[in-house]
């Protein structure tokens, strides 16, 4: 009897001393040092960053799903409700940096560019997504920059409307997202068009007219259009183009377009010289105009409307960039931006549309 306890105990004693390593050496329950992958993006502020929060969290609850991947990392979705948010989020998981295998961001605003720089200091692997912030010490540790091609979308936007017919005695409204890199791309992208078609800055200038930031709000840039199209800005003596950087904004003047805010009178005049209405992103809502299946939105005859794709399902690309840094692949383009394509009526039904909205 003494001799089986003393094994009991003996047993007992192995246990504990098992448990009490794998605890010092920091096991988990999938076997060996796993640390999280943080995905960081804005919180569903539009339509477009709701989309990419929910693609963020499919694709963290795929690789948490995944057996070979859970035994390396875990990957947590962090939604930031202002900059100062994102800032706090990404300073507490520095503060516990060695449980930190890598960062996906999505940068609130240019705002972030010191604490991007503090994940570098930090030696944290990361990847930007979409908003691409700039410094020596960013661009010297960045694993990559995914996006979108977000200059094709103004090189396409600006090829459509030279297609169309637009000239230097014609009026471009250029209705810019925000102050980031991304509308700064855009404008950039559609003047590097025009510039290849002859036309020089000055020219372009006297052309392109940008509004205020919309913030990529459907409201805010259905206000900005009725306010330029009440002024004298608005000159109806001219044939009338409309660049959105987004399809919110482009589906904000289409409603008022459809409303009755404006003068009926001006907006006759002003659809009569309307030559094109673009937008970018690949809302469901736009695209159902586009198949002329909107609910009060019809899809219109006297202007073109055409939308640049720049789908939010690109983080999950940004996260598997992350996923292939970590698992030692050495082959990573530090600019890894995604192709666009335009999208009409024409060929709307080969596009998957984010979002959703109930078609007629």
Known sequence: MRQFRT???????????????????GCS????????????????????????????????????????????????????????????????????????????????DNGLQSTLEKIAAADVPFVQFDRVISSSVIDGKVVANVKGDNEGIGYETAKRFIANGLSKEDYVYEMIGDNSSVPELRSNG????LKEQ?????????????SAAT???RDTGKELFESWFGSSQCDTSKKLWIYTHDDEVAMGVLESLNGSA??????SEFLGQLQALSASSGLAEMYAVLKDKHQTIALPTDFDLFSVTYDPAMIKE????MVDFLNGEKDIDKDYVIPVSVVDA?????????????EK
């Open 7 to 25: 094994k009991r105990w003996m047993a007992l004693l192995l246990v504990v001393i098992m448990i009490t390593s794998c605890i010092l050496a």
């Open 29 to 108: 329950k999938g076997g060996g040092n796993t640390k999280e992958i943080a995905v960081m993006v804005p919180s569903a502020d539009h339509g477009w960053t709701g989309a990419v929060l929910t693609y963020a969290q499919n694709k963290a609850e795929e690789l948490n799903k995944d057996a070979s991947a859970k035994e390396k990392y875990s990957v947590k979705v962090y939604a930031a409700t202002d900059v100062e948010n994102q800032i706090q989020q990404v300073d507490d998981l520095l503060a516990n940096k060695d449980k930190l295998a890598g960062v996906v961001i999505l940068p609130y």
């Open 190 to 193: 559609f003047r590097t068009y």
């Open 198 to 210: 002859g036309w020089t800055e000055e020219e372009i200038n006297a052309v392109v007219v940008k």
């Open 215 to 217: 913030g990529w709000s």
């Open 262 to 267: 404006l003068d009926e009178a001006k907006k």
């Open 318 to 321: 940004a996260v598997n960039v």
């Open 346 to 358: 024409k060929n709307v039904g080969d596009f998957q549309a984010f979002g959703t909205y109930d």
